[in-house]
């Protein structure tokens, strides 16, 4: 069993910056691919970004490439979510989700077995 928690969210104006971090407890954490996603309000929940268990391989929503950058540090069971250049478009809550499998489709909320709570961020014009 692995529980996420998610932290670092926000309200910021346009064009700045937020990082969000995903702390993970369980002692096989270096052992599970990451994912975030998000849902704005009235919309279906989306996939932002991936990692794999190594930090080997990333993947990210072509609405954020280039934007956001996710990371991780498997010494502090923690994944990153650094987002820069935001936009309205980016209000959301965010989750980040775990699966303990190798990826096969990372993209999709299926792929994930364990889920945080989410974290709210709300980008002003």
């Known amino acids: 069993q692995v529980q996420l928690v998610e932290s670092g969210g926000g309200l910021v104006q346009a064009g700045g910056s937020l990082r969000l971090s995903c702390a993970a407890s369980?002692?096989?954490?270096?052992?599970?691919?990451m994912g975030w996603f998000r849902q704005a309000p009235g919309k279906e929940r989306e996939f932002v970004a991936a990692?794999?268990?190594?930090?080997?391989?990333?993947y990210y929503a072509d609405s954020v490439k280039g934007r956001f950058t996710i990371s991780r540090d498997n010494a502090k069971n923690t994944v990153y979510l650094q987002m820069n250049s935001l936009k309205p478009e980016d209000t959301a809550v965010y989750y980040c989700?775990?699966?303990?499998?190798?990826?096969?489709?990372?993209?999709?909320?299926?792929?994930?077995?364990?889920w945080g709570q989410g974290t709210q961020v709300t980008v002003s014009s």
């Open positions: 990692i794999s268990w190594s930090g080997g391989s990333r």
């Open positions: 989700a775990a699966d303990p499998d190798p990826f096969d489709s990372y993209s999709e909320e299926y792929e994930y077995d364990y």
């Open positions: 369980g002692r096989t954490f270096s052992s599970y691919a």
